[in-house]
């Protein structure tokens, strides 16, 4: 069954504090995987990391897929309050059904 | 911009009550999705749909059912609502053969 887990599920940091977001996957058929960033509204798209191993940034976010240890993650430098949220990783399965498989996402909470 | 739009933020029903909720998109896509969304377990898919009239089970399509009518729009039946049901509802679109799904602000449901 194909599975994606996030972690931690959780995490406080202080702003200005580097984090680091995990995310594994076991799937049968690989596409792309997608991160996701969720506030009290709809997840918007951040990345979208495929078996090219190339490595995405915006600002202050960028991440990385390892496809040897089945991996991704993502990482915020110099964090700051509008950090905190939901960050949803999921993965793309090579059927053209669009359909998504999601982790449990982590939530992220930065103090001032 | 895409525009992906769920009728209500928040709703409130009784246990037994027959339930709508409607998503609408702007941007000619061809798939759709509903998820729910709990604590600890991301987002789960339960129907989609990649044409007009058509459907595919997600992960949890029990106690549910979808129409599609018109390409723009997506509807989640809930025939009787039950308590567990209660949870945060989510809608997506995507182009066909395209990677990155797009979300609606999600309604969150309470079953009473």
């Known amino acids: 069954e194909d599975k994606v887990v996030q972690s931690p599920l959780s995490l406080v940091v202080h702003e200005g504090d580097t984090v680091t977001l995990n995310c594994s996957y076991e799937v049968t058929n690989f596409r792309s995987l997608l991160w996701y960033k969720q506030e009290k509204k709809a997840p918007t798209f951040l990345f979208m990391l495929?078996?090219?191993?190339i490595e995405k940034k915006s600002g202050r976010l960028s991440s990385i897929l390892d496809k040897k240890e089945l991996s991704s993650i993502l990482n915020i430098t110099a964090t700051q309050t509008g950090d905190s949220a939901i960050y949803l990783c999921?993965?793309?399965?090579?059927?053209?059904?669009?359909?998504?498989?999601f982790g449990q996402g982590t939530t992220l909470q930065v103090k001032p | 911009d895409v525009k992906v739009t769920q009728s209500s933020r928040y709703l409130v029903k009784r246990t037994g009550e027959k339930v709508f909720l409607e998503c609408v998109q702007d941007m000619d896509h061809e798939n759709m999705f509903w998820y729910r969304q709990d604590p600890g377990l991301g987002l789960r898919l339960i129907y989609f749909?990649?044409?007009?009239?058509?459907?595919e089970k997600g992960d949890i399509p029990e106690g549910y059912s979808v129409s599609r009518e018109k390409k723009e729009r997506f509807s989640l039946i809930l025939e009787s609502a039950s308590t567990n049901q209660t949870s945060m509802y989510l809608c997506?679109?995507?182009?066909?053969?395209?990677?990155?799904?797009?979300f609606g602000a999600g309604t969150r449901l309470s079953v009473l």
């Open positions: 749909s990649y044409d007009v009239k058509m459907k």
């Open positions: 999921a993965f793309h399965g090579s059927s053209n059904t669009g359909k998504l498989i």
């Open positions: 495929t078996s090219s191993g």
């Open positions: 997506a679109s995507e182009n066909r053969g395209g990677n990155i799904q797009y």
